[in-house]
Structure formats: structure tokens, C-alpha cells
């Protein structure tokens, strides 16, 4: 009888700690403290600037067919700017707008992020530079997600964001432009995806920048990856 207590017991604590630790890793409430530490440690350390650029992994539905489609672990990015101390994305969602960092970072799989900034960012990212990049990222604030990935300025997407803020505002291009046809489209994850876009009319040359095309750019350099 003392023996069926025991395990019993033995038991009953293994499943109060195994809740702990699915609440500790999982809620969100958590994800987003922990993300908190790790903006306060990359400002503390200088590892953040106005300017670079932050990708992660997403959690949205169609991030599987972009990480499958262009062979990249990545499938979100974004701008990071500061404002009175406090670190932002700038970022293509739905809308377009402006998010704190922390919650980006919270958002992503397993809070991963990989920060990178242009080699000569101390000669071309001055603070005049800085203010026509913002101004440039506020003619798109608002703006409908760009589902589609057509090369317009009426809906947008988050690495045709950046591409566009960078090339308007300092004349560099970072990242490949891309064909559609570029892509593996062959998984059937992907396929599914392009039939719910485009149906049997599928844009084959449409202009695209993927987030792997602008991770992947010569011109940058990695200063932080967790």
C-alpha cells in the first residue's frame, strides 16, 4: 500500500512539473519576458543599431511554403529602429507598421532571431540617412499585406519592405531580385499555397525578393544570432 502511495506521489509530481514547464516555455506571457531580457542585454552590449535588419523563423501558415520554396530557414524580417531608448521592427504584417521588438522576438519559433547590418553601416546609415529611411517606411505604414507578392507599392510584403525602404532611401539594393519561376515550387505545401493565391494563373515572372534572397546578401554582415 506505502508503495502505491509512492508512485502515486512520484507520479503526481512528475505531471505538476511537466505543466510548469509547458506553461514556463510555452505561454506567451513568458516568451515575451524572456525577450525583454534579451533586448535589454543586445542594447547593453551595443549588439543593436539603427538600421539592421532582423529575421526569424514565422509562425504563420504560410511560412512552411516559404521556407520549403526558397530553401531557407528564415521566412519573416524586418527594419530595426529605436525611438527614445526603446527598439522596434518596422515590418510588412497585417498592416504595415511598427512593432516592439521584444514582442517580434516573442513571436518567432522558439524565440530565434539572427540580426544582420550592412558592412559599411557607420558610412551610409548617418542619422540624415536614418530619417529619409523612415520616411521612405511610412509611405507603405498601413498598408494591406501583399499576399500575392505582386511588385507593387499598393500592398507589400516583408522583404519587399526592406528591399524597397533600403534602395529609395540609399540607392542599395540588398537581395536578388527573383522570378517566381526562380523558386522550388515542387513541394506540395508550396503547390497548395499557390493554388489558394493565384488559382491555375500563376504570375511565373513576377519581380519577387524573398527573405532568403536579402539574408543571404553579400552586403551584409551578422552581429547577433541567438
Known amino acids: 500500500m506505502r508503495k502505491t502511495v509512492i508512485i502515486i506521489s512520484i507520479l503526481g509530481l512528475l505531471i505538476l512539473s511537466g505543466l510548469y514547464a509547458k506553461r514556463k516555455f510555452y505561454d506567451p506571457k513568458h516568451r515575451v519576458e524572456n525577450a525583454k531580457k534579451e533586448v535589454s542585454r543586445l542594447a547593453d552590449n551595443n549588439e543593436i543599431k539603427n538600421g539592421d535588419l532582423i529575421f526569424q523563423t514565422s509562425l504563420s501558415g504560410q511560412s512552411k511554403a516559404i521556407q520549403l520554396a526558397t530553401k531557407s530557414k528564415y521566412s519573416h524580417c524586418g527594419i530595426i529602429y529605436s525611438d527614445n531608448g ?20 516573442a513571436r518567432g519559433e522558439n524565440g530565434h532571431y539572427v540580426i544582420k547590418r550592412l558592412k559599411n553601416a557607420d558610412q551610409v546609415l548617418t542619422a540624415e540617412t536614418l ?34 525602404v533600403y534602395q529609395r532611401a ?6 536578388k531580385l527573383e522570378k517566381l519561376s526562380d523558386f522550388d515550387l515542387t513541394h506540395e505545401a508550396v503547390k497548395k499555397k499557390m493554388r489558394e493565391r493565384y488559382g491555375d494563373k500563376i504570375p511565373m515572372d513576377e519581380a519577387v525578393v524573398s527573405p532568403a ?8 554582415t551578422t552581429v547577433k544570432s541567438n
Do not use: H
Open 86 to 105: 526603446q527598439f522596434y521592427v518596422f515590418e510588412a504584417v497585417q498592416p504595415v507598421k511598427t512593432t516592439p521588438l521584444d514582442k517580434w522576438i
Open 131 to 164: 530619417q529619409k529611411m523612415k520616411r521612405e517606411g511610412e509611405k507603405f505604414k498601413g498598408k494591406n499585406y501583399d499576399l500575392t507578392f505582386e511588385w507593387s507599392d499598393e500592398k507589400i510584403y516583408c522583404s519587399e519592405l526592406i528591399w524597397k
Open 213 to 220: 534572397a536579402i539574408y543571404e546578401s553579400d552586403l551584409l
Open 170 to 175: 540609399t540607392g542599395i539594393e540588398i537581395g
